[in-house]
C-alpha cells in the first residue's frame, strides 16, 4: 500500500470509518472509497464506485472487473456494533461474549445507578434518553439493537429508532404476553406487521436458558445467526 493512502486509511481506521482501499492490478494505481466519497490517484466511474461500495457495505473483499481495469478492492469496515438497552445482569454476561465475537459494546441506561464503569469496565456507556442515545449513535446495518430493561419508557423509544434504521438485528428481552403488548403499543405507534416482525421477541434461541449468562449465550447465538443468514 502506498503512503499516502496509507496513512488515510490508517485516518479511517482509527475513526472507525468505513472505507474501501481499490487498487489496479496492472499499475498499482490506488483509491479510497467511502460511502459518500472517492479519492486518491486512481479516478473511480460513479458505476465502478457502486460496485466498490456494494463490497464495502457486503464486507467482501476481492477482485471487481471495471471500466478503469482489472481492481482489487479492500474492504475495510469498523467493529461490528451492539447497542444494548439495560444496564442489567444478562448485559454483564453479554458485554464480554459479544466483544469476544467482535462487537463494540455501547450501553444505554438513563438509570445511573445501573450504568456504572465499576459493572461496565472498558465499555460505552450512555445515560441520554434511549432514543436521543440511539439517534446519536446512528444505528446501521452492522449493527444489533437488543432492550433488555423490561421497562416499555426506555424500551420502546430505543425499538422505536432501530425499526426506522437498516440495523440487522433487534431483540427484545420479555415473554410472549410482554411482546404481544410490546408490539400493541408499536403498532398503536404506526408500525405495520411487517417492520414489527423485524423484533426477535422473547429475544434469544430457543435452548431452555434460565440463568443471565445462559440467555446471553442464546442472543449472541442469535445474533449470530441473524448476521450469517442475512449474508447468506
Not at 156 to 174: K, M, Q
Amino acid at each position: 500500500m502506498k503512503a499516502d493512502t496509507l496513512r488515510q486509511t490508517l485516518d479511517f481506521r482509527i475513526k472507525k470509518l468505513p472505507v474501501a482501499v481499490v487498487t489496479r492490478i496492472a499499475d498499482g494505481a490506488q483509491g479510497l472509497v467511502t460511502p459518500t466519497e472517492s479519492d486518491g490517484a486512481l479516478t473511480l466511474s460513479e458505476v465502478t464506485q457502486g460496485k466498490v461500495r456494494a463490497r464495502l457495505h457486503d464486507d467482501r473483499s476481492g477482485r471487481i472487473d471495471a471500466a478503469e481495469g482489472d481492481l482489487f478492492v479492500q474492504a475495510l469496515n469498523p467493529p461490528k456494533r451492539l447497542i444494548l438497552v439495560g444496564a442489567v445482569h444478562i448485559a454483564q454476561s453479554l458485554v464480554p461474549m459479544a466483544q469476544i465475537a467482535g462487537y463494540d459494546v455501547i450501553i444505554i441506561d438513563p438509570r445511573g445507578a445501573f450504568a456504572t464503569k465499576d459493572r461496565f469496565p472498558d465499555v460505552q456507556l450512555t445515560e441520554d434518553w434511549p432514543d436521543e442515545a440511539m439517534e446519536k449513535l446512528t444505528p446501521d446495518h452492522r449493527t444489533a439493537v437488543v432492550t433488555l430493561t423490561h421497562d416499555p419508557k426506555l424500551d420502546d423509544p430505543a425499538l422505536t429508532v432501530a425499526l426506522r434504521s437498516e440495523v440487522f438485528y433487534i431483540g427484545a428481552l420479555g415473554s410472549n404476553r410482554t411482546h404481544n403488548a410490546r408490539c400493541g403499543r408499536l403498532r398503536d405507534a404506526g408500525f405495520g406487521e411487517a417492520e414489527i416482525a423485524r423484533i426477535h421477541g422473547p429475544v434469544g434461541l430457543d435452548i431452555g436458558a434460565k440463568s443471565p449468562a445462559e440467555i446471553a449465550v442464546s442472543i449472541l447465538g442469535q445474533i449470530t445467526q441473524t448476521l450469517h443468514r442475512a449474508a447468506a
